[in-house]
């Protein structure tokens, strides 16, 4: 089979990735080593206070901030508590929520999307400082899990993670550690995906009052509840069709590179993403094979190999493997989603990592490929990448 070569970036990792990623970061994130499994779940400490005595020492607050019906909540908090005026972030907060004066050295400079504080609620007074439940809300540009966006978060504000559970690709809870103006506070949190927003709950206690507040702490958290929740996608999506044989879905914001068909026993394309629209910070290579020919995966693989090596890449340590990661649609009779390393022998490079999934169905191989930046490296960068990726393997169809 003729595979159609009809790509040709030479500006694409002669000189590598261009990261935007500060060293602080990156050690912490090295230090994590972004290992879920090696993340404690978060502990429940509801048994030392019934539900019963909760409910009946709390009440209801419902609100709609900015008039918002998708930003509706109810929330349960322990009686005396009262809410605050809301004040808004102001036009200096960036998108991680630090005034830009403020900022750490070395700290990533991104675009700002935060929206802001939308409520605030405080406990009843006492000598030291306040219990406090808040709410926030960012805007997202990409499609990111939950978990992705939070374990970003945490490490770039330098918070300690106490504890972790995923409920869902949109909804994650935590237990961590915040410092402010000099007060240490045990935060019990969700962070949900609402719409194009992520809306972070988060309930501070002081750490000397956090071993007889926590029960509380927990069943409130556990209340908060969106009445109107924005089901929507983050970012919109394209179809591309090869002829009237297949097609699949991606991101918006990611560029098709795809040839004139002239053969459709093999069929190619390819989504790039730039930062800047000059420097690349992900691509993926979509190829279709007929699986009438009996080696053309291996000469698919040798092609890919070829292929990297040409850029003076190979291969490097196993990863993992995500075959559970993804939901395949029936038509699907075999897939297999594996990650790699991915350096060069020859020359210094940034870290990277190479995707490779590869399915079939009664009449193609379909292999899928992606370049990214690695998750110790960039890992928003690779978190937005990862969900492209998802994006597409998921949807091609015929």
Do not use: C
Not at 352 to 365: Q, T
């Amino acid at each position: 089979m003729l595979k159609i070569k009809f790509w040709s970036i030479v500006f694409f990792l002669t000189t590598g990735f261009v990261l935007v990623q500060s060293g602080t970061v990156r050690a912490q994130m090295e230090q994590l080593n972004m290992s879920m499994e090696q993340i404690p779940m978060i502990q429940s400490y509801a048994a030392e206070m019934s539900q019963e005595d909760f409910i009946e020492n709390s009440e209801i607050f419902e609100e709609e901030p900015l008039n918002d019906k998708h930003l509706a909540y109810r929330i349960r908090l322990p009686k005396k508590w009262h809410r605050v005026t809301s004040t808004m972030a102001p036009l200096s907060m960036d998108e991680l929520g630090i005034p830009l004066k403020e900022r750490p050295e070395n700290t990533e400079v991104i675009t700002p999307t935060i929206l802001g504080e939308v409520a605030r609620y405080y406990g009843p007074g006492r000598l030291g400082p306040l219990s406090h439940f808040e709410i926030e809300t960012q805007k997202l540009e990409y499609e990111v899990t939950a978990k992705n966006w939070f374990m970003r978060e945490i490490l770039v504000q330098g918070y300690s993670l106490e504890g972790f559970k995923e409920i869902s690709e949109r909804k994650v809870e935590a237990l961590y550690v915040v410092v402010k103006k000099d007060v240490a506070y045990v935060v019990r949190a969700v962070a949900e995906i609402n719409g194009s927003r992520m809306v972070i709950a988060s309930y501070h206690v002081p750490d000397t009052y956090w071993k007889a507040e926590r029960a509380e702490q927990e069943y409130a958290i556990s209340s908060f509840e969106f009445l109107s929740p924005e089901e929507s996608k983050i970012e919109a999506t394209r179809t591309y069709a090869f002829l009237d044989l297949l097609r699949f879905e991606y991101p918006a914001s990611w560029r098709l590179i795809a040839p004139n068909i002239y053969n459709t026993e093999g069929m190619d394309a390819k989504l790039v993403h730039t930062i800047d629209h000059r420097t690349l910070s992900g691509e993926i290579d979509i190829s279709i094979l007929s699986n009438e020919y009996e080696d053309v995966l291996d000469d698919e693989v040798k092609f890919i190999k070829e292929e990297l090596a040409s850029r003076e890449l190979e291969l490097g340590e196993f990863i993992e493997t995500l075959n559970g990661k993804y939901k395949f649609p029936p038509h699907v009779l075999y897939s297999h989603v594996e990650a790699y390393k991915l350096f060069s022998p020859y020359r210094k490079t940034q870290e990277h990592e190479f995707w490779l999934a590869i399915m079939e169905e009664d009449r193609y191989y379909y292999v899928v490929s992606m370049i990214t930046p690695s998750r110790t490296r960039e890992f928003f960068t690779w978190a937005r990448n990862a969900e492209a990726f998802e994006v597409v393997v998921q949807s091609i169809k015929p």
